[in-house]
């Protein structure tokens, strides 16, 4: 389903993101019980993400959206299938390669609010990827990247010795993201990141993202409820429904962007 | 009261109490071991501020004891003899930490005048002195065995929660075994695998860690629920998907969530531990006579005679009870700062 | 009831467990009994020899433990060599006694704690709830054997009950009802010292557990429909509350046990603290051992009961 024309005009960009036959299933064990009962996130998905662009993910609550997510980063672990990047499966990959693809892509969660450590300050936060991936940066060099990044989401100085709990819900938000940015990931994984800003809010960092997908060509793989916001952002869209990716055409309106929401 | 000003109060208690066991030699005017065989079961020494003629002096004095003329129990004090009470006296030398050893006492009297704020026992030993250097070794046993109670329990409960699996079910059912036994016949066990008669307090001490070591079960799973709750949360998550080591992840989302638990065990393992040497020593499996301790000076409470006449033997059960109380209401406090912080 | 089942299966193999760990560490212990004996001067090195092959002291100790546990199942735990009988025969009595200290001081200590903790949810934040908990701190700070010196001293001073053993001397000639009436004055110092340093920890559970409850939505919103405050303590929080306070019934024995022991001691009690002592001090492994053995059996006995007690009070559980 094709809505924001190619990236690159005519030419097809390079797989980034190649995922095949992904079933997932949650199991939950019982005290006193040998019997285990089984949740089906997700059953045989398959898709295909290009570099430079952007996949809207979206369905209905449950569908199972955050586990694929949490697949991608290696946080749950599939029972079959394989998750390519860049044409190697990282399932596969031993320990320290994949912490370098780890450093490639980010998942930024749904609620920033306790994805945020809250014993840190915000600069200590976005500064963390840094620390994990012990780029050789001094420290004057690392704090103006962070100050960069904070400024990139528009949170200013007097911001950065706060800690979440000092907060709003969208400055936690923008804090996430800020972290996200910090090592320039190839694959950016936007977990409905931006569903608890205001509509302005939404379209700076809406152009934010776009800006930043121009100039390093990030793919994202944008999971949202919002359709309008997706079809201004997205290249390709992809419905989830009971953990399967099902073939459904969307409503023109909605793609265009003139359905206006109900109040 | 307001709680901060309660909260100072609680930390200067403490303090106070620590460091008037861990300096016992300079707070006690005599050594534990010494004797004044011509004043046993002395009563508690009084201080005066008006003398027999009826005077007012600025400064407390005492008066020398006599044995009763009429040859019943007891003393009097001699009010042709006094001795001003003084302060940062020479006395015997007793030993700071190691090799260093002082002269100087907080108190004391001229000779040949004698001061027993609390009183003499049987051998004419002054009860405060021996209250403040048992103190030191009950302490010590509590604060060692809370130390190794803690230190295995907290690595183990880590290992448990943070590699979950066989390591985790192995550990965890091992702590079972650990804790299908109640506390004092546990202690008792262990006190039966070692040997019987105990030398020298530093023996008895290494006692006291090897139970601490038995008693790591109950911390380590708590330490557990901590590490297990703290891995599953999204920012430890989130580190974990921008490619953080476990490493890492222990020493910056995990390790901090189990400090201030630790802190509250502790302040509820440590008068657990100063309640083992006591019973043991109480019950001569401990440390034995001429070193004192809480537990051996209150062996002579089971006597009648001391229980009817000489009441202030009973007195190191009171300074027991007040260490406890003082560790209770630390261990509320903190729970209470840990609620505030939580919400 | 698979899970009563699986339940009974757990149990019996954490003793087994912590029988085979006790053993072999005991075994490990230096010093024995014979070396005691050796002490001895009216027995010959012959005969300790002699004993020592009787009992296999020098075989290695699975194979000791396999003859031990057989001995368990026998019900004799061995034989002892200081008290020159068959554990089991020694141990039985002292069971008994040690259980009938401590069935008492729950009751009592139960009987103590409902209605104080009840009373302090009742008037939490007012002054008879303060001065409640200022009690029970103080009770909770004054370490058990404190508790028994004082009560010790008071019986001396007073001279209202004996202060030790079970029975007066001599009574072994008297008619059951005085007899039952002089154990009963000699209970009552015991079973004071073990339920007055049991309650304070437990209304401290019921005032917390009871108030969890009346904070509930719906108690707040039985109370908005006036429904009396007895009414509400007894046919809601009460039943409420029942889970967690079951929880800490079995949780309590394991303390009551301990306390058990150094009472029993210190008031001479013949149950099984004094026998654990004393053979501690002869080296008298089998015996040592079986005392570990059977507290471990009360406790894992005690939260036993008190997870089948949750099971059948709460259809919740049931359900799964
Ligand atoms: N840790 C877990 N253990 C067991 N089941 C889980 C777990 N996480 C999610 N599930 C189940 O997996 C299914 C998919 O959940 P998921 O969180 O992926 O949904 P979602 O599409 O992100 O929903 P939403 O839009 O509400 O965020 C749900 O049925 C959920 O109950
Ligand atoms: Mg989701």
Redesign the pocket.
């Known amino acids: 389903m094709e809505n924001r024309p190619p990236a690159n005009g005519q030419a097809q960009p390079p797989v980034l993101l190649s995922v095949q036959g992904l079933s ?1 299933e ?3 064990r019982h005290a006193f019980r040998a019997k285990r009962t089984e ?4 059953r045989d998905v398959s898709f295909d993400l290009r570099e430079g662009e952007t996949l809207a993910l979206v ?12 697949c991608l980063v290696l946080l ?1 672990t599939p029972s079959t299938g394989r998750i390519l990047y860049r044409g190697t499966d990282i399932l596969q990959l031993p320990p320290e390669a994949r912490r370098e693809v780890r450093g490639e892509m980010h998942l930024i969660f ?1 609620d920033a609010s306790t994805a945020l450590n809250p014993r840190w300050t915000v600069t200590e936060i976005v500064r963390e990827p840094l620390t994990i991936h012990s780029k050789g940066l001094s420290s004057a060099e690392s704090t103006r990247l962070v100050i960069e990044a904070l400024e990139q989401v528009e949170l200013g100085a007097n911001w950065h010795a706060r800690r979440p709990r000092e907060l709003s819900g969208g400055q936690r938000q923008r804090v996430a993201l800020a972290r996200a940015l910090m090592l320039r990931p190839k694959l950016l994984i936007l ?2 990141a931006l569903a608890s800003l205001d509509l302005s809010a939404q379209g700076q960092l809406g152009n934010l993202l776009l800006e930043l997908q121009q100039r390093y060509a990030m793919s994202y793989l944008y ?1 949202t ?1 919002d359709m309008r916001m997706a079809s201004v952002l997205a290249h390709h869209f992809a419905v ?1 429904d009971g ?1 399967r990716i099902v073939p459904r055409t969307l409503p023109t309106e909605l793609i265009a962007g003139t359905l206006q929401p109900v109040s | 009261m307001p709680n901060r000003l309660r909260t100072v109060i609680l930390i200067s208690f403490l303090a106070l109490l620590h460091l008037a066991l861990l300096f016992a030699g300079f707070f006690a005017p005599y050594d534990f071991a010494q004797q004044h065989r011509d004043l046993p079961f002395a009563p508690p020494t009084r201080l005066h501020l008006v003398d027999a003629a009826g005077t007012w002096h600025a400064w407390p004095f005492v008066h020398s004891l006599r044995a009763n003329v009429d040859g019943s129990d007891g003393y009097t004090e001699d009010v042709a003899q006094a001795y001003p009470l003084r302060l940062f006296v020479r006395g015997n030398a007793f030993q700071i930490v190691g090799p260093w050893t002082a002269h100087v006492h907080l108190f004391g009297v001229a000779s040949p005048g004698q001061i027993f704020l609390f009183g003499t026992d049987d051998f004419g030993r002054d009860e405060l002195s021996r209250m403040l250097f048992g103190g030191r070794i009950s302490l010590f046993a509590g604060i060692l065995g809370a130390t190794a109670a803690l230190s295995v329990g907290a690595f183990l409960g880590v290992l448990s929660g943070f590699y979950s699996g066989w390591t985790d079910a192995v550990i965890m059912r091992t702590s079972e075994l650990f804790l299908a036994l109640p506390w004092l016949y546990l202690l008792f066990a262990v006190r039966a695998i070692l040997p019987l008669r105990v030398k020298t307090t530093d023996a008895f001490l290494l006692f006291i860690v090897v139970v601490g070591l038995v008693a790591w079960a109950r911390p380590a799973r708590l330490v557990r629920g901590i590490v297990l709750s703290a891995r599953e949360r999204h920012f430890a998550l989130a580190a974990r998907a921008m490619g953080a080591s476990n490493f890492h992840v222990l020493r910056y989302h995990i390790l901090p969530e189990i400090y201030v638990l630790l802190l509250t065990t502790a302040a509820l393992l440590i008068p657990q531990f100063v309640l083992a040497e006591v019973t043991l020593s109480f019950l001569g499996l401990g440390v034995g006579e001429p070193i004192p301790t809480w537990g051996n000076l209150l062996i002579p409470m089971q006597k009648y005679s001391v229980l009817r006449s000489y009441w202030w033997l009973c007195l190191p059960a009171f300074a027991l009870v007040l260490l406890f109380l003082a560790y209770h209401w630390a261990s509320t406090t903190l729970q209470a700062a840990l609620g505030e912080v939580r919400s | 009831m698979l899970r009563v089942t699986r339940r009974f299966v757990h149990a019996l193999v954490l003793l087994l467990g912590v029988s085979a760990i006790s053993f072999a560490l005991l075994s490990a212990a230096p010093g024995n009994v014979f070396d005691e004996l050796r002490l001895n001067p009216q027995i010959s090195p012959e005969a300790v020899a002699a004993l020592k092959a009787q009992f296999g002291v020098d075989l290695p100790w699975p194979t000791r433990y396999a003859h031990w546990l057989a001995s368990v199942l026998r019900g004799e735990f061995g034989y002892s060599v200081s008290y020159r009988c068959r554990v089991g025969t020694l141990l039985w009595p002292r069971a008994r006694n040690t259980l009938l200290l401590t069935a008492l001081a729950t009751i009592l200590a139960w009987m103590i704690a409902v209605p104080w903790g009840i009373v302090e949810a009742l008037h939490r934040g007012r002054w008879l709830d303060r001065l409640g908990g200022g009690i029970t701190a103080i009770l909770l700070a004054i370490p058990e054997l404190v508790l028994v010196l004082l009560l010790l001293w008071l019986a001396a001073r007073t001279r209202w009950f004996p202060t030790g053993g079970m029975f007066s001397l001599g009574s072994a000639e008297l008619t059951i009802s005085r007899k039952a009436w002089d154990l009963a004055q000699h209970l009552i110092l015991p079973v004071l010292a073990l339920a007055l340093g049991t309650a304070p920890f437990l209304i401290r559970y019921v005032r917390s557990a009871i108030s969890a409850v009346l904070d509930a939505p719906f108690l707040q919103s039985a109370r908005g429909f006036g429904i009396g405050t007895a009414r509400i303590v007894y046919r809601h929080a009460l039943p409420a509350a029942a889970n967690s306070l079951i929880s800490l019934l079995g949780f309590s024995i394991g303390a009551l046990l301990s306390t058990s022991l150094l009472i029993e001691v210190v008031l001479s009690w013949p149950g099984l603290g004094p026998l654990m002592l004393e053979a501690m001090l002869a080296r008298d492994t089998c015996v040592v051992m079986a005392v570990v053995m059977l507290s471990a059996v009360f406790l894992v006995l005690g939260n036993l009961i008190a997870d089948l007690l949750l099971y059948w009070s709460d259809p919740r559980i049931r359900a799964v």
């Open positions: 997932l949650y199991a939950r949740t089906h996130a997700l369905g209905p609550s449950g569908s199972g959206k955050s586990s694929l997510a949490k749950e749904q977990d409905e999971v409820h989830l953990g």
